[in-house]
C-alpha cells in the first residue's frame, strides 16, 4: 500500500508578529474580537490544542502560539476568522463580538458631509 501524504493545506499563522495597536487603530474593536474569539472556544469547551488538532485535520496550518496571538490581540486574517467560526458553530461576526440583534443604520456611520 502506497502511503498517503497528509493535505498540504494553506498556512494561516493567524496573524502579523504581535504587535500593539498604534494611536489611531481601533484599540477597542480589537479588543472586542479578543474577547469574541476567547468566548466563542470557551463556550465550545475546546482546548487551544484542541481547536488548532481539528484545523490540521483541515488542512490548515496553525499553531497553539498563533492561537494564542489572535485571541490575545484580536488581530486575525479572515481565511482564519472563517475557519474558527465553522469550528465554533458562529459566524464572523459573532467571533468578533458582534451582536447578532442590532441592525446597522446608515444614520450610525459619520460622514464629510
Given at each position: 500500500?502506497?502511503?498517503?501524504a ?5 498556512t ?14 481601533p484599540?477597542?474593536e ?5 474577547r469574541?474569539?476567547?468566548?466563542a ?5 475546546l482546548?487551544e490544542?484542541g481547536v488548532v488538532?481539528?484545523?490540521?485535520r483541515q488542512?490548515v496550518?496553525?499553531?497553539?502560539p498563533g492561537?494564542?496571538?489572535c ?7 479572515l ?6 467560526a ?7 461576526d ?7 440583534s442590532?441592525?446597522a ?9
Open positions: 500500500m502506497t502511503p498517503v497528509a493535505p498540504s493545506g494553506p494561516l499563522e493567524a496573524a502579523p508578529p504581535i504587535r500593539r495597536p498604534t494611536t489611531g487603530e484599540t477597542v480589537l479588543e472586542r474580537v479578543a469574541g474569539l476567547r468566548g472556544r470557551a463556550r465550545t469547551h482546548s490544542a488538532a481539528i484545523l490540521s488542512g496550518a496553525l499553531t497553539v492561537l494564542r496571538r485571541e490575545s490581540t484580536g488581530v486575525i486574517a481565511a482564519l476568522a472563517s475557519c474558527l465553522d469550528i465554533y458553530g458562529t459566524t464572523t459573532g467571533l468578533a463580538g458582534r451582536r447578532f442590532r441592525r443604520s446608515l444614520n450610525d456611520f459619520q460622514t464629510d458631509r
